[in-house]
């Protein structure tokens, strides 16, 4: 019989355990989180379009999958305990604000994002992009041709979302009541090591689940703004995007210092009657998404749609 509780799942048997990993993932996809919202929203609306905002969800849900594997596999194994610590959760902190911070100072400097040829190559074989020994694939590694069709460093050009794979895989390296609860409770209730990992892989696909979701909610959000040309749209979407990984990126690294300098900031939280993970108890994570997401978001439209009006990308009022 399966039993569900996603409050405090205790003796769950193994069928309880697959479900609860896969329903707790969903809720952590939807409630406000610092190691999701921030990479996912700021992302998808710099693709201003909701398939591919969708891709962005997809792109670092899969990276985040593959972390809370590995990390399920190592708690069953009883290894996972040097990740749960208050110097881990600061040092992860200041490793998602760092990469966010940099790729916001990159897409500034080139119009384009930080890749590796020889990770883009093996990746575009992988997927079926490109056949081994490509030609094509050569000319577009080199800048010879570029696939979008548009100049690299067009500001107008949609963010290349790739990148969200490595956010993705570490921001998993944060813990929270959901981690907690997937590597102390369900993890351990696997029959054998060769399932160890499956809580882990069942809560990234239920991450992954709302995450394609609110991708494609945010990246549609920017095909409402009638009142811009495409060009306008294009513009305003990747103000946010940068805005978001520069200030954003600057404000985890803060609150990891934060934390390793005074640990004692994470036992600091203000407790509603939501009896759900992420609205129940809200601390330092909470802020983070609020002011990373929601201030910087803002800040970002409207300096996005103010430089979009300057240069004329704006539609003609009937």
Known sequence: ??????????????????????????????????????????????????????????????????????????????????????????????????????????????????????????LGVMTGVHKKGSALQEEELSHKINPSGINEKDLTKPVPVKLALIHGFVAGFGFGAFALIIYTVLAPTMPNVYLGWVPGFLFGIGTLTAQVLFGTFFGKFMETRKHLTMKGIALVGKTITITILEYGGLAFILGGLGVLAFPQVLAYNIITPIKVHNLHSLGIGFFLVIITVIIFGIYGYYKGTKLAVKMGYVNERK
């Open 1 to 122: 019989m399966v039993v569900i509780n996603l409050w405090n799942p205790q003796n769950v048997d193994f069928l309880s355990a697959l479900v609860i990993s896969y329903l707790l993932g969903i809720l952590h996809g939807v409630t406000p989180d610092e190691h999701t919202w921030p990479i996912t929203f700021s992302y998808s609306v710099g693709t201003f379009s909701g398939k591919g905002g969708a891709k962005t969800g997809l792109i670092f849900s899969s990276g985040f999958t593959l972390q809370r594997s590995i990390l399920s596999e190592l708690a069953y194994l009883a290894l996972a305990g040097i990740f749960m610590t208050t110097a881990a959760f600061g040092i992860t902190y200041i490793i998602v604000g760092l990469a966010m911070f940099f790729a916001a100072i990159y897409m500034i400097r080139t119009g384009t994002y930080f890749h590796v040829h020889a990770l883009e190559r093996k």
